[in-house]
């Protein structure tokens, strides 16, 4: 009886502790593998135009890079702009164009203007609502 009482045990004993490995989540934020330190060299153009040669030819047809499109993307823009900013682009776009240094910053890399054609601050409130829902979704789990 003693002795199944101590087999009982050591089988939920193991059972658990072999769940729990592998369940075991790292958070490690260099990731899980052999490369944990790297020391690079400032960036090199040549070796940065055969990566962008490389992402077009095996990652493109699924993966899009900043700049792809006629704006930027800016699913992420909460992450590098104040909520008034943005809210104060829609609404006040010419000006902050002409004499804004952030906005001057994203608008020297493009061709054209933001043509975000928003009237009233209840549309750009509207905007913003949806800018903070992606803050969410892309970075959820930043927050483990
Ligand atoms: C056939 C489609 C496809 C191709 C081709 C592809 N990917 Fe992905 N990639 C995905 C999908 C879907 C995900 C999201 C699911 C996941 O993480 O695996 C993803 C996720 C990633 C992630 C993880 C992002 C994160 O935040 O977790 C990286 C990094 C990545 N891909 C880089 C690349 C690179 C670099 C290439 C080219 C060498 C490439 N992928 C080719 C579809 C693709």
């Given amino acids: 009886m003693k002795s199944s009482i101590f087999f009982i045990i050591?089988?939920?004993?193991?059972?658990?502790?072999?769940?729990?490995?592998?369940?075991?989540?790292?958070?490690?934020?260099y990731g899980i593998g052999s490369?944990?330190?790297?020391?690079l060299a400032p960036?090199?153009?040549?070796?940065?135009?055969?990566?962008?040669?490389l992402f077009k030819v095996k990652c493109a047809?699924?993966?899009?890079?900043?700049?792809?499109?006629?704006?930027?993307?800016?699913?992420?823009?909460?992450?590098y702009r104040k909520k008034e900013w943005v809210v104060n682009f829609l609404l006040n776009k010419e000006e902050m164009l002409q004499r804004d240094s952030l906005a001057l910053i994203t608008v020297q890399k493009y061709d054209?203007?933001?043509?975000?054609?928003?009237?009233?601050?209840?549309?750009a409130l509207h905007l913003l609502e949806y800018f903070r829902i992606y803050q969410i979704w892309l970075h959820e789990f930043n927050a483990l």
């Fill in 10 to 29: 050591a089988v939920l004993f193991f059972s658990c502790t072999s769940e729990e490995d592998e369940l075991k989540l790292s958070k490690n934020p």
């Fill in 61 to 79: 047809q699924c993966h899009t890079m900043e700049y792809k499109n006629t704006g930027p993307d800016i699913s992420d823009l909460l992450a």
């Fill in 112 to 123: 054209t203007i933001c043509s975000a054609n928003i009237t009233n601050e209840t549309e």
């Fill in 35 to 39: 490369v944990q330190k790297l020391e």
């Fill in 43 to 53: 960036i090199n153009d040549s070796i940065m135009k055969l990566g962008a040669e």
